[in-house]
């Protein structure tokens, strides 16, 4: 079945250390998102990439960086979390046409100590 | 500033009793309305599309609605396992999607 995942499900770091969640995607879609969603809250978004065009959005803090080395893999870099990072990391991709739909990944929850 | 507000924030029914989720939202050139279905610790799973006012869609005990200013998500005769957070999200221009706080539903046998 074609599929989103992410890699890890469930990652911990230390404050401070820099860590690296995986999304990967075999629905060949263009667009792929970053959400961030902290406990009883809405997913809210990063970033995304169109290709490889990168789209930040405005209050997406400087310690959050993405890579989109070919179409099937994106990457969500944080440089150094705080414990305020602590959240469930959501990507999700689409085809880019107009009036597509997301379809998400499981998700990485990620802890910080 | 787009907003969408989902009511009730919780909602908890017997197996079988009937009722309604509710989305509203003010949004500049709605593009399209989304209800996504999120199990605890999973992501979320697309339920429906819908795109002008007085659009219908049904899946299983599932259906939604729009009105130019809200959407319903109706639930007939619900089941156990229809438990789940619901959330409800819009997108105007661009490709972001505006999300909900959601609504956790407990459907009890």
């Known amino acids: 079945d074609a599929m989103v995942i992410q890699n890890p499900r469930y990652q911990v770091t230390q404050f401070g250390k820099p860590v690296t969640l995986s999304c990967s995607q075999t629905l060949n879609h263009n667009v792929m998102y970053w959400y961030q969603q902290k406990s009883s809250q809405a997913p809210k978004l990063l970033f995304h990439y169109y290709d490889k065009d990168f789209n930040n959005e405005a209050d997406t803090p400087d310690n959050f960086q993405s890579r989109r080395p070919n179409t099937s893999f994106c990457f969500l870099d944080i440089r150094s979390p705080g414990l305020g990072d602590a959240a469930m990391y959501l990507c999700?991709?689409?085809?880019?046409?107009?009036?597509?739909?997301?379809?998400f990944g499981p998700g990485t929850r990620l802890t910080v100590l | 500033e787009d907003q969408v507000t989902q009511s009730p924030e919780a909602l908890r029914l017997q197996e079988g009793e009937s009722s309604s989720l509710n989305c509203s939202y003010t949004?500049?050139?709605?593009?399209?309305l989304f209800w996504y279905r999120q199990d605890p610790g999973k992501g979320p799973e697309f339920l429906f599309t819908l795109y002008s006012a007085g659009e219908e869609k049904e899946k299983e005990r599932l259906k939604a609605t729009l009105t130019k200013k809200e959407s319903f998500l109706h639930i007939t005769a619900p089941k156990p396992e229809d438990s789940a957070t619901y959330l409800c999200a819009v997108e105007n221009s661009g490709y972001a999607l505006n999300f909900g706080k959601g609504t956790s539903l407990l459907v009890t046998p």
């Open positions: 949004v500049s050139g709605l593009r399209g």
């Open positions: 999700a991709t689409s085809t880019g046409t107009r009036l597509d739909t997301q379809y």
